[in-house]
Antibody, heavy 121, light 107 residues
C-alpha cells in the first residue's frame, strides 16, 4: 500500500529556512511525480510545485519560485521541499502528494502525506 | 493563474438530502477538474477526477459533471460521514489551483 510520511512540525523565525521531507513507500518512487502544497488556516490548498523523481525536473508556482526548492533522493525514496526567507504569512500545513496520470492524460493527486505544520513566529 | 470559484461557501443539510456544489473556472479547463474531500485535521482525499470519474473506493452517491468552465459535485443522499469541506482543483494549466472550499455542515 502507498504511504507518504512527512517530517515533523517546525517552528521557525522570520527570515529562516525550513526543509520538509516526504518518504514514499509501497510504489516505484521514480515512476510518479510528487507535488508539494500548503494550506493556511481556514484556506484552500495552494500549489507550491512538483518534481519528477525520475529525472529531477521541477516546476514551481510563480508566487514562490524565488524562495522554494524541491529535490529528491532516489536512494531514500524521499522528496524534499525547502522554503527560504520565511515570513509570518508562510505559516501553514505543508503536504506532499503523489501525481497520478491516467490513460487519457488526466492528472490528479491520489495519495497525500499526513501534513507538516510550519509555524513562522 | 486560473481562478476557481466555488459556491456556496457553506451549506447546512440533513442526512439523506441531495447536495450540489458548483465550481467555476476563470477560463476553460476542459475536463481537467478534480474534487477532494477534507475533514478537520486530515489531508484532502480524492473523490473524482477528470470531472466525472469516480476514484476507486469512493461511494457511488458521489458524482461529478461539467466541462469547460462550469462543474458540479453532487452527493445523492448525504451520509453522516460526508460532513466535511469539499474542494475543486484544476490540473489543466500549471500552476494547479483550488477553489476556496465548500463546507457541508449538519442541519
Amino acid at each position: 500500500q502507498v504511504h507518504l510520511v512527512q517530517s515533523g512540525a517546525e517552528v521557525k523565525k522570520p527570515g529562516a529556512s525550513v526543509k520538509v521531507s516526504c518518504k514514499a513507500s509501497g510504489y516505484s518512487f521514480t515512476s510518479y511525480g510528487m507535488h508539494w502544497l500548503r494550506q493556511a488556516p481556514g484556506q484552500g490548498p495552494e500549489w507550491i510545485g512538483w518534481i519528477n523523481p525520475g529525472n529531477g525536473d521541477t516546476e514551481y508556482s510563480q508566487k514562490l519560485q524565488d524562495r522554494v526548492t524541491i529535490t529528491r533522493d532516489t536512494s531514500a525514496n524521499t522528496a524534499y521541499m525547502e522554503l527560504s526567507s520565511l515570513r509570518s504569512e508562510d505559516t501553514a500545513v505543508f503536504y506532499c502528494a503523489r501525481d497520478q496520470s491516467e490513460s487519457r492524460g488526466y492528472r490528479f493527486l491520489d495519495f497525500w502525506g499526513q501534513g507538516t505544520l510550519v509555524t513562522v513566529s | 493563474d486560473i481562478q476557481m470559484t466555488q459556491s456556496p461557501s457553506s451549506l447546512s443539510a440533513s442526512v439523506g438530502d441531495r447536495v450540489t456544489i458548483t465550481c467555476r473556472a476563470s477560463q476553460s479547463v476542459r475536463k481537467y477538474l478534480n474534487w477532494y474531500q477534507q475533514k478537520p485535521g486530515a489531508a484532502p482525499r480524492l473523490l473524482i477526477y477528470a470531472a466525472s470519474t469516480l476514484q476507486s473506493g469512493v461511494p457511488s452517491r458521489f458524482s461529478g459533471s461539467g466541462s469547460g468552465t462550469d462543474f458540479t459535485l453532487t452527493i445523492s443522499s448525504l451520509q453522516p460521514e460526508d460532513f466535511a469541506t469539499y474542494y475543486c482543483q484544476q490540473s489543466d494549466i500549471t500552476s494547479w489551483t483550488f477553489g476556496q472550499g465548500t463546507k457541508v455542515e449538519i442541519k
